[in-house]
């Protein structure tokens, strides 16, 4: 039940970002819940491989790198799909920067209640 309203949230958030950053465009409801499934997908089996290869660039950057590597892998998403736009390196950056927060803001609400 948790993962499904996690799921239904970052699709929610994925159409924040859209609606306050114009960098970053999601055409429909249906394509952001594609989205925040491959983003999620990439996040969970591709982000511990790319930071454990990058480990000295990020332990130089004092962790800076990491946010790149985020903005690569929300770049990544929108390139394998249809609805989901991002418009470049730097429209990236910062839409993965926001979605992030709201993403903490998500999952510090879902650590709070009940559901499961």
Known sequence: MKL???WLLAACALLLVAYVYEGVQV???PSALIAAAVIGLFYMLL???LV???LPVT???FGLFLFV???LLFWAAASVLDGFYVGGFWAALLG???YSVIMLVVDAALRSTRLG
């Open 4 to 6: 499904l309203l996690r």
């Open 52 to 54: 454990v290869l990058t």
């Open 59 to 61: 332990v130089v950057t």
């Open 69 to 71: 590597i985020n903005a």
């Open 96 to 98: 993965s920067i926001i």
């Open 27 to 29: 055409r429909s409801f």
């Open 47 to 49: 982000r511990p491989v």
